[in-house]
Nanobody, 121 residues
């Protein structure tokens, strides 16, 4: 199976920065796409940023120019650099990955356990 482990969440003041990391491990043949989603209290989970194996990215309009997603394919790790944080960025951030397992080359999609980001005003 494939697992994701996130790290890097925490409490930060408005205007500050945080860097989230998400490492994939297990029976991985290839990871095609990785992304970060977030869910604020009382709201639906939403896409924050997404990156495919070629490096092509897309972002939610609300984070464009402030957040940067990147990945290290050799380490099966995706990062989210968050700058100029706002109180409305407060949420649980979840990592997501999709690809093929090394066992029978089956497709997979997995989620991390989530990491809390709190931005104080």
């Amino acid at each position: 199976q494939v697992q994701l482990v996130e790290s890097g969440g925490g409490l930060v003041q408005a205007g500050g920065s945080l860097r989230l990391s998400c490492a994939a491990s297990g029976m991985i043949f290839r990871i095609n796409d990785m992304g970060w989603y977030r869910q604020a209290p009382g709201k639906q989970r939403e896409l924050v940023a997404h990156i495919i194996s070629s490096g092509s990215t897309n972002y939610a309009d609300s984070v464009k120019g402030r957040f940067t997603i990147s990945r290290d394919n050799a380490k099966n790790t995706v990062y989210l650099e968050m700058n100029s944080l706002k109180p409305e960025d407060t949420a649980v951030y979840y990592c997501n990955a999709g690809g093929l397992t090394s066992f029978l080359v089956k497709p997979f999609e997995v989620w991390g356990q989530g990491t809390l980001v709190t931005v104080s005003s």
